[in-house]
């Protein structure tokens, strides 16, 4: 079964960190470009990190560059996201998605996982 499913989310003090795993089963994980978005009620889905799926080349949306770390473990199938230094605007629904590398058309989306940052 193809399926990418996100884990880690939670609530948070601001300031603090947490850490989302995305476990990715039923296809060529490593043919891949992970990405993490983000969306808040009402607004569109958003995107916050990317890594390739050749040479790990990482890129971020301004907002959180020098707060989160995006990172893959092909051996584990396993995307994260490294969150720091948490901030109440950060609060929102994240998704895990995939991208193949030659089939850009051939998508994957998680559930979804609730980060709330608050004190």
């Known amino acids: 079964q193809v399926r990418l499913v996100e884990s880690g989310g939670g609530l948070v003090q601001p300031g603090g960190s947490l850490r989302l795993s995305c476990a990715a089963s039923?296809?060529?994980?490593?043919?891949?470009?992970m990405s993490w978005y983000r969306q808040a009620p009402g607004k569109e889905r958003e995107l916050v990190a990317t890594?390739?799926?050749?040479?790990?080349?990482?890129t971020y949306t301004d907002s959180v560059k020098g707060r989160f770390t995006i990172s893959r473990d092909n051996a584990k199938n396993t995307v994260y996201l490294q969150m720091n230094s948490l901030k109440p605007e950060d609060t929102t629904v994240y998704y895990c998605?995939?991208?193949?590398?030659?089939?850009?058309?051939?998508?994957?989306w998680g559930q979804g996982t609730q980060v709330t940052v608050s004190s």
């Open positions: 039923g296809f060529t994980f490593s043919n891949y470009a």
């Open positions: 890594i390739t799926a050749v040479g790990g080349t990482t």
């Open positions: 998605h995939a991208r193949h590398l030659t089939r850009p058309w051939s998508v994957l």
